[in-house]
């Protein structure tokens, strides 16, 4: 090989590891293109006629191989495993937090922190109850570790020592409140309930007086339904969709005044998990009180996944 020859080999060296480096820089910038995060994973879901590919590359969420359509969805964001699918999920229902003894719905805060840290030590998400009718109605993808945490008649201890834990751990949780209890003794204040909503802790309705429904005619049924969603939506100016059910009882009318009232969803205490068979007001849940073992916890929030 003379010189010239070398030189040129050199040249050709130098081209090919351009060419390589554009390319690789190219596919870099497309893949940085494709991440999308959740919020964005909606819009692509709500588009089901322009089909999006989509794959994983590392921890990186970027777009080929998975359709989004009506059927079961599995992506990967982060190291979180997104699903479509209907795995169930578990709707928790606490009362109050509180260490005073004495009632099974006052629950010790060391073990709700407990049972917190249990969630975020096992990579649980908790959802909105928006998230969870979007996951419900419109097939959008969650955490495929899911939760949903409730607490009815909205007790003061949801704001001194719930809150506190929910914050330190990153979760989210929905209280359905009693419209007319805000203010009264041993319940949430005006302003614990505007910050609270405010943080984005959900404020939803759980009635206006805690009536018995099944007591009750349609009519009535829908009038209480109606001024409880109307009296928390001027006080925390945003929509109150949901409710859940005094006693998680609830009769044929119930469902139909639920409905008829403008909710989108609504809950029963019925120990049994939630899935796309429900029907939307009848969800359940299951009640959570202070003589439940860490065990059973642990058994409740897992087993639907065995
Ligand atoms: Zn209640």
Redesign the pocket.
């Known amino acids: 090989m003379n010189k010239k020859d070398s030189l040129l080999s050199i040249v050709c060296i130098i081209i090919t590891a351009l060419i390589i480096l554009v390319v690789l820089i190219g596919q870099s910038l497309r893949i940085e293109s494709r991440l999308v995060t959740l919020p964005q994973l909606k819009i692509i879901e709500a588009n089901k006629n322009s089909p999006i590919k989509s794959v994983i590359s590392n921890d990186i969420y970027s777009i080929e191989k998975c359709t989004f359509n009506t059927e079961t969805t599995l992506i990967k964001l982060n190291n979180s495993t997104l699903t479509t699918a209907d795995i169930g999920i578990p709707i928790l229902c606490y009362h109050d937090v509180n260490p005073t003894k004495g009632n099974d719905l006052l629950l010790n805060p060391d073990k709700f922190r407990q049972q917190m840290k249990y969630l975020k030590d096992n990579d649980y998400s908790t959802l909105t109850l928006d998230e969870l009718h979007g996951y419900l109605r419109e097939n959008i993808p969650i955490p495929s570790k899911s939760i949903v945490l409730t607490f009815?008649?909205g007790y003061i201890g949801n704001y001194t020592y719930a809150f506190p834990i929910l914050k330190e751990f990153g979760f989210t949780a929905t209280i359905f409140m009693?419209s007319e209890c805000v203010d009264k003794d041993s319940y949430l204040t005006s302003n614990q309930v505007k910050e609270l909503s405010e943080y984005g802790i959900d404020i939803e309705s759980?009635t206006t007086d805690?009536s018995d429904l099944t007591k009750l005619s349609l009519s009535e049924q829908i009038d209480i339904l109606e001024k409880s969603k109307h009296s928390l939506e001027n006080r925390l100016n945003k929509p109150v969709d949901y409710i859940?059910y005094?006693?998680g009882k609830l009769n044929n009318n119930s469902k139909k005044a639920a409905a008829a009232a403008g909710y989108k969803m609504a809950f029963n205490l019925e120990g049994d998990y939630t899935d796309k068979k429900d029907n939307l007001y009848n969800l359940d849940r299951f009640y959570i009180g202070n003589s439940l073992s860490m065990s059973n916890f642990i058994k409740i929030v897992t087993l639907k996944r065995n």
């Open positions: 009815d008649d009693i759980h805690h859940a005094p006693y």
